[in-house]
Nanobody, 127 residues
Framework: QVQLVESGGGLVQAGGSLSLSCAAS????????MGWFRQAPGKEREFVAV???????YYADSVKGRFTISRDNAKNTVYLQMNSLKPEDTAVYYC?????????????????????WGQGTQVTVSS
């Protein structure tokens, strides 16, 4: 069982930045691929970014060039640095663990391929 706790959400003006953190329990954090998803009101959950256990990264087109995912295995933590925020980035952001790995990035864009989820943190971007 893995427990995930997100933090760092809040209210920011368009063009601003926020940094999200996700702390994981357990001793095998370094063996997981870690993803970030988001869900806006009335919309389906969508993939944001993923970082593999080897440190490779992949982003949704909507955030590419603005968001950066990283991890610190010593701290069992994955981060999401969000810059140049837009009102359409407003959502609850979730981190998730994928225990299985895949050679296809498309695998990680599906929420059903993740085993554990955090409770989410609200990000609101005002115009």
């Amino acid at each position: 069982q893995v427990q995930l706790v997100e933090s760092g959400g809040g209210l920011v003006q368009a063009g601003g930045s926020l940094s999200l953190s996700c702390a994981a329990s357990g001793r095998t954090f370094s063996t997981y691929d870690m993803g970030w998803f988001r869900q806006a009101p009335g919309k389906e959950r969508e993939f944001v970014a993923v970082i593999s256990r080897s440190g490779s990264t992949y982003y949704a087109d909507s955030v590419k060039g603005r968001f950066t995912i990283s991890r610190d295995n010593a701290k069992n933590t994955v981060y999401l640095q969000m810059n140049s925020l837009k009102p359409e980035d407003t959502a609850v952001y979730y981190c998730a663990v994928s225990e299985k790995s895949s050679m296809f990035w498309s695998y990680y864009t599906e929420g059903s391929n993740y085993n554990y989820w955090g409770q989410g943190t609200q990000v609101t971007v005002s115009s």
